[in-house]
């Protein structure tokens, strides 16, 4: 082994520049995770040795302890190139995990929290008349439900058609100014779509207008970009090739659209409007400001203020009653619903997305 | 050549005839575009109009007897600070965890990955303002002292210590977690556009990994880091809850992260005022506003300038 | 059932530029047409031109006057998506969609213009159309399968029974055979011989030996240089074409010495 090496780089020498031996010193596979054993133990020692145990400070500094001592090692035996790759490699993994935690922190915080009060009370009783314990957030979901449901029926449509106008019809100033627009839209902050629809609803109806509907404008303006974008490049991966078969049969361009352009990507503007939906049943700012929130039912959004289930966890944990416990307990619940409900829109997304895309085969 | 670029100007092309249901169509698609134009412009004029009175109005009448620029003026830095802080937080992490998913994980494993992400980006911000304060805040006491212990001569750390944890660093740290997902979606698209030319290129040079994404990577995707983190910018400026339900705010203008004498924001004052409030206090609340609407439009229509600048230079087309 | 072209001075535009000049062409009935030339010469551009597809991009026109048995595709009033129902066409690359089965593929001209048809007609139309483009024995035990599931050539098949599922007049065909492998390309063949009876059939391809193989006539299109246009060099039975053309630059590509 050491003779053929040796013959090589002779070898090399005579014919010029020296090429780098195709063998390099390399750590075996099990160093890494011997490193990372090794680190665990001897922080933990420290750690009860000094009496500072606990599990975020060992989690902490052992990662801390494996990066630099993967890279010194690394760095003796393979060489300073090979070192910083595998420390970026650990840093990268690092901040992936650091990402997650907080994730992980939420359902655990949320589900342990939540379940208290995750019974059939909760679903089935309002608030009126509640104080302290009992009560639930049954006028709080229906009231979720009709804003996000309105602000679909009015986003949706208007949404579509300006995706349909930008990718198939607009050209030229408007369509830029179209698009610009919708890019801004996107940015505008939840609470500002709230003091909109507020100050919009306050010329009808005076100032201390509180309405459910008003709620839904102030979702729609959030919503609508968000329809807009994910739409637009659904369309836009349409292949022209179908449009262009769909045109020389004679077909007028509105009905390829709505027969050719539309079925072919239905399967991901469905995913991109349940992700829409998704983004703005959550939206706590812009309805406590013009949605209100109330202790009973209300059915209808066109009169009276109407509890909303973010609006409801946020008063119930900023301003709870005596005991609190009761008022802590339902906030966490509310969450713990709005979460799931949130997920489970996901995940019908993506199945839909799955599921119902064209199918080739 | 002339002559035929005259012609053009003189023979404009005919109009194509057109169906009534093409007609129709089209015309619904393109009112739709305008409506969202009118909708822009109404979000606009309405809190103009009803930012007017308070504008107007003399200081005395006021809530708290201030101008209206001594008033929001307080509000701006403690938007801005948190802004910065989930920022200079939340990029760096975003990067890598995007360059994680696109290069280091297994292909497999890739996707999922992303989703997991996204769904950070899903969790509805009263959930995370509700987290922040019964988890976060608590967890960085710890932290705090420690910070405010050896590193106390640093403004940033001057105590005293809250003792609740409500401190404008765990406003940053929830907010930087918000925005995350919204800088790694951006900069994964365009790690995932890094031709694979130049990729292949490096590696075949005898680039490691990492330095492969050092020499492909990293350039190419520079612009669109600094877009992904404008937009983070825009949704943390604007972001309301988390702020209204975490911070303990005073008013204070203090760089000061760890006390409970914290600025409050623009968004999480309204929040918090804006139920209460009547008269000349809303129309304030909505001056307020108006001036956070400005605000994250420009940093928007910057993060957009960036992304289109690069979209026209970029090879990739 | 197969009418005559006739194209008379025809330029055509992309906005300003000039892609296609002067050309003049007479193309018979129930004939097989083929068009030839270096890339970039505009014999594409001029069958899409045909049907009027060639204003789908945008800034794209046409002067001079193109008529369909007489009458001017061009004039005023004329709907295009009339013509295009009059004059059909296959793409270079199969294009079925695919959110249709086989069987609502063939049909898909007649649901796309939302015509009532009852079931037994549909099927009687469905099987014809596939009868005529080759593809009733391959594909008549599942009609209900997605389109893209079949072989290209197959596609590509399937996409001429959908264009003659409209009855159309005439038969644009851009490079039918391009994508395809030489198997498949043989049954595209057989099957343009076999339409000409119905049909009249424009046919543009690369491959000269295909024009000596299918067709009875030939234009030879030629381009000066980048950024000129191109212009119809000649036109001539395809055997005179071949063999004997009248043009030195017919003469030199058709025996390879160019392009």
């Keep these: 082994m050491s003779i053929d090496t040796e013959r090589q780089q002779s070898g090399?020498?005579?014919?010029?520049?020296?090429?780098?031996?195709?063998?390099?010193?390399?750590?075996?596979?099990?160093a890494p995770w011997a490193v990372l054993g090794g680190s665990f133990v001897v922080i933990g020692a420290l750690l009860a040795a000094t009496g500072g145990f606990s599990i975020g400070m060992l989690v902490v500094a052992s990662a801390v302890v494996y990066a630099v001592a993967t890279y010194v090692l690394s760095r003796v035996v393979e060489g300073g190139r090979k070192a910083a790759d595998?420390?970026?490699?650990?840093?990268?993994?690092?901040?992936?995990?650091?990402?997650l935690a907080p994730l992980v922190s939420v359902v655990v915080t949320v589900v342990g929290n939540g379940l208290a009060r995750f019974d059939v009370e909760f679903f089935n009783s309002s608030m009126r008349g509640v104080i302290g314990a009992g009560g639930g957030?049954?006028?709080?979901?229906?009231?979720?439900?009709?804003?996000?449901?309105?602000?679909?029926?009015?986003?949706?449509?208007?949404?579509?058609?300006?995706?349909?106008?930008?990718?198939?019809?607009?050209?030229?100033?408007l369509a830029r100014a179209i698009t610009f627009f919708v890019d801004v839209m996107t940015g505008i902050p939840s609470i500002v779509a709230g003091l909109f629809a507020f100050a919009l609803f306050a010329l009808f109806f005076g100032p201390g207008v509180r309405l459910g509907f008003a709620g839904s404008v102030a979702l729609s303006v959030l919503m609508i970009p968000v329809v807009v974008r994910a739409t637009e490049e659904m369309l836009k991966i349409v292949p022209n090739e179908l449009r262009e078969a769909a045109f020389a049969l004679g077909t007028p361009k509105w009905r390829t659209i709505m027969k050719v352009v539309i079925p072919t990507s239905i399967a991901g503007i469905a995913s991109g409007v349940t992700l829409a939906i998704a983004r703005v049943i959550g939206e706590t700012?812009?309805?406590?400001?013009?949605?209100?929130?109330?202790?009973?039912?209300?059915?209808?959004?066109?009169?009276?203020?109407?509890?909303?289930?973010?609006?409801?966890?946020?008063?119930?944990?900023?301003?709870?009653?005596?005991?609190?416990?009761?008022?802590?307990?339902?906030?966490?619940?509310?969450?713990?619903?709005?979460?799931?409900?949130?997920?489970?829109?996901?995940?019908?997304?993506?199945?839909?997305?799955?599921l119902f895309a064209p199918k080739t085969r | 050549m002339t002559t035929t670029t005259e012609k053009v100007i003189a023979k404009a092309p005919p109009k194509p005839v057109l169906q009534l249901g093409d007609r129709i169509f089209a015309g619904s698609a393109k009112g739709a575009g305008i409506l969202i134009?009118?909708?822009?412009?109404?979000?606009?004029?309405?809190l103009i109009a009803q930012a007017m009175p308070a504008i107007v109005a003399s200081p005395a009448d006021l809530p708290g007897g201030k101008t209206l620029v001594a008033y929001i003026a307080p509000l701006v830095f403690g938007t801005i600070l948190a802004a910065l802080i989930a920022l200079l937080i939340a990029t760096p992490l975003a990067v890598a965890v995007a360059l994680f998913i696109t290069h280091y994980a297994p292909r497999r494993l890739a996707q999922g990955l992303g989703y997991l992400i996204d769904l950070l980006a899903a969790v509805p911000s009263i959930v995370y303002g509700l987290w922040g304060v019964a988890v976060l805040a608590p967890a960085t006491l710890?932290?705090?002292?420690?910070?405010?212990?050896?590193?106390?001569?640093?403004?940033?750390?001057?105590?005293?210590?809250?003792?609740?944890g409500r401190t404008m660093l765990v406003v940053g740290v929830t907010l930087a977690v918000m925005i995350l997902p919204i800088i790694t979606a951006v900069a994964r698209e365009v790690f995932l556009q890094t031709p694979k030319l130049h990729e292949e290129a490096a590696l075949a040079l005898g680039a490691t990994r990492w330095e492969m994404i050092r020499m492909a990577v990293l350039p190419f995707g520079r612009s669109g880091i600094i877009s992904g983190a404008m937009l983070g910018l825009g949704r943390a400026l604007g972001e309301t809850m988390a702020v209204a339900i975490i911070l303990s705010a005073s008013g204070a203008v203090t760089f000061n992260l760890i006390s409970s004498d914290n600025p409050s924001t623009i968004a999480g004052n309204i929040a918090l005022q804006f139920p209460d409030s009547t008269g000349l206090a809303v129309n304030t609340l909505i001056a307020s506003g108006l001036v956070l609407f400005v605000i994250t439009l420009l940093v928007n229509a910057l993060a957009r300038y960036i992304i289109n600048r690069r979209r026209e230079f970029s090879g990739a087309n | 059932m197969g009418k005559a072209i006739d194209a008379k001075n025809l330029n055509i535009y992309y906005g300003s530029f000039l892609a296609v000049e002067g050309v003049s062409m007479s193309i018979r009935p129930q004939t097989v047409t083929a068009l030839i030339g270096p890339s970039g010469c505009g014999k594409?551009?001029?069958?899409?031109?045909?049907?009027?597809?060639?204003?789908?991009?945008?800034?794209?026109?046409?002067?001079?006057?193109?008529?369909?048995?007489?009458?001017?595709?061009?004039?005023?009033?004329?709907?295009?998506?009339?013509?295009?129902?009059?004059?059909?066409?296959?793409?270079?690359?199969?294009?079925?969609?695919p959110t249709m089965s086989i069987y609502d593929n063939v049909i898909a001209g007649q649901r796309l213009n939302n015509k009532k048809m009852k079931k037994d007609a549909t099927d009687t139309l469905v099987e014809q159309s596939l009868r005529g483009a080759n593809l009733w024995n391959e594909v008549k035990d599942r009609l209900d399968k997605?389109?893209?599931?079949?072989?290209?050539?197959?596609?590509?098949?399937?996409?001429?029974?959908?264009?003659?599922?409209?009855?159309?007049?005439?038969?644009?065909?851009?490079?039918?055979?391009?994508?395809?492998?030489?198997?498949?390309?043989?049954?595209?063949?057989?099957?343009?011989?076999?339409?000409?009876?119905?049909?009249?059939?424009?046919?543009?391809?690369?491959?000269?030996?295909?024009?000596?193989?299918?067709?009875?006539?030939?234009g030879f299109f030629n381009i000066e240089g980048t950024g000129k246009p191109g212009h119809l060099v000649e036109m001539d039975e395809t055997k005179t074409i071949f063999s004997q053309p009248k043009e030195k630059a017919t003469e030199d590509y058709v025996s390879g010495r160019f392009g």
């Excluded at chain 1, 986003?155 to 607009?170: C, D, M, N, Q, R």
């Excluded at chain 3, 599931?149 to 039918?176: F, H, N, T, Y």
């Design chain 3, 146 to 218: 997605p389109g893209s599931g079949l072989s290209g050539g197959q596609q590509q098949r399937l996409c001429i029974a959908r264009a003659i599922a409209v009855q159309p007049d005439v038969l644009l065909m851009d490079e039918p055979c391009s994508a395809l492998d030489p198997i498949s390309t043989l049954a595209i063949e057989d099957l343009i011989n076999e339409l000409k009876m119905d049909y009249t059939i424009v046919i543009v391809t690369h491959n000269m030996q295909q024009a000596a193989r299918v067709s009875d006539y030939t």
């Design chain 1, 137 to 173: 957030g049954y006028h709080a979901i229906v009231g979720t439900l009709i804003i996000t449901a309105l602000a679909a029926v009015m986003s949706i449509p208007v949404g579509l058609l300006t995706a349909v106008y930008l990718v198939e019809y607009g050209k030229g100033r």
């Design chain 2, 142 to 164: 710890g932290l705090s002292t420690w910070l405010n212990t050896y590193l106390g001569w640093l403004p940033f750390f001057a105590g005293p210590v809250s003792v609740t």
């Design chain 2, 37 to 46: 134009l009118v909708v822009l412009a109404g979000v606009a004029a309405f």
């Design chain 1, 12 to 30: 090399a020498e005579v014919t010029a520049p020296p090429v780098p031996s195709l063998v390099r010193a390399e750590l075996p596979t099990w």
């Design chain 1, 86 to 99: 595998r420390l970026v490699t650990i840093v990268v993994t690092l901040a992936f995990l650091i990402a």
């Design chain 1, 285 to 354: 700012a812009p309805l406590l400001i013009v949605a209100g929130l109330t202790t009973g039912l209300n059915f209808n959004p066109f009169e009276g203020r109407m509890a909303t289930l973010p609006v409801f966890a946020y008063t119930s944990y900023a301003a709870p009653g005596v005991p609190r416990e009761p008022y802590l307990d339902r906030a966490w619940t509310a969450a713990l619903v709005l979460i799931i409900i949130v997920l489970v829109l996901n995940l019908v997304a993506r199945l839909i997305a799955r």
């Design chain 3, 44 to 97: 594409s551009t001029f069958l899409r031109s045909i049907n009027r597809m060639h204003e789908v991009i945008p800034g794209a026109r046409v002067e001079g006057r193109l008529e369909l048995d007489g009458k001017d595709l061009y004039g005023p009033g004329i709907d295009p998506v009339g013509v295009r129902r009059q004059i059909g066409m296959v793409f270079q690359r199969p294009n079925p969609f």
